[in-house]
């Protein structure tokens, strides 16, 4: 165990996911596949007042409530009213389903200081499509709301090949909204996007051509909003750092308790999680064989143990690794000096099959939740 | 941008500014973000909590500190640099 340093690292990230619960279906939702049945499990508020705490005193000082959606927990203004109160920055993550103009009135007064809406196309068609519900008109209503009450505000489009020429019309409709910040991500293949990854990873040319466009966009526009263009990383030919550094800056926390470096290191086989519930935060951080596992440089293997550029990437993410090679020691496979980025450019070849007879889409739901996991244990 | 010689200003009242016990410093909180702040940088942005005139920070500022001789163009510096960067946002009236 590497237990030098780590008083040098500070958790400025608190990622409070209040509940898996979510009226949209997503089929690149990044929570897990094998979805809880009930919510009995999750933490209650006094437990998360605690685990604030503990963040606080760890030196976090942005928290971002999530999910899920995590509008769906009743509790859910209290908690931002505490975390106020306790000094972190509030950030809210959400579909803008449950929003009425009434809710964010109180998000406001509990000390909201950004929020951020996800659209899943830029129509009621595409948007209703990919979120499985006819939510647009609502989510624009929400977005207007929230840029009237002065709350910052945060646009969200994920994209992928089906949504991606849209990339321009996203950006118009940001615009004319008065949107400050936009983000433009890619879907990243983990969870349910990873299942869905043939229908949904763009090729290389629509991924150019989205780039374009947002550039002509800010050429053309110099107005006040911030448009940022996430590309996947499937054709870089380096990895990028797992949430800027394993242990180093962000702490999830699910809606269980369990305590996670990123949001995906759950399928990590051979590691045990340590939850809330029996450690203090700082414990966990400070101590858990998980945040010790792979901060740092000293876990690695060939080709990145010898490599001069590994402090840059970190050998990538641990997760991405384990998903693809099955190792969560291996070289993270989208850098192009892993003996196994042949996986990347195979699963780039596979997606560009335009096949209408394939498998559809999984929608994130329970049905697909308990299909898709038991696909998983058999493999 | 904010015209310093006719608006008063003040902190983007949607930014926390706060001293970090973990960090040993202050910082400025921002939508998913944060700066850690320099001893200058925190005596000049904790005077515009409330609403003020560029003149009257520097009258103020230089009567703290009488020996800085820079300290008229190093604050208009400081204040352009904070303003595009949105820390701080001029009080219309
Ligand atoms: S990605 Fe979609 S389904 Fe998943 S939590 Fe977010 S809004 Fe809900
Ligand atoms: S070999 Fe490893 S350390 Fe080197 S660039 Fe690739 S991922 Fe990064």
Redesign the interface.
Known sequence: MLEDNNNDY?P?WLLAELTYACPLQCPYCSNPLSLPAGRKEELTKEDWIRVMKEAR???A??I?FSGGEPLVRKDCVDLIGTANDL?F?C?LITSALPLTEKKIEECKEAGI??IQISFQGSDKETNAKFGGTDSFEHKLAMTKAVIDK???L?LNFVLHRQNIHQVTDFLMMAENLGAE?VELANTQYYAWALHNRDKLLPSQQQLIEAENATNRFRDQHKGNMNAIFVAPDYYERRPKKCSAGWGTTFITVTPEGDVLPCQSAKIIDGIEFPNVKDNSLGEIWQRSDLFNRFRGTSWMTEPCRSCPEKEQDLGGCRCQAFMLTGDAYATDPICDKSPQHDIIEKAIASAQVDDEEAQPLYFRNTKNSKKLSAMEEGS | MIDFDTKKFHINPNYRLQFEEAQKCHVLLYPEGLVKLSDTAVEILSRCKQAVHKKTLIEDLQKDYPEAETLAADVSDFLEHAASESWLVVVED
Do not use: D, S, T
Request: glycine share 22%; charged share 15%; no cysteine.
């Open positions: 500070i400025m005193k760890l030196g000082v942005q971002g000094g920055y950030n200081k950004h002065e709350i910052p945060g910040f």
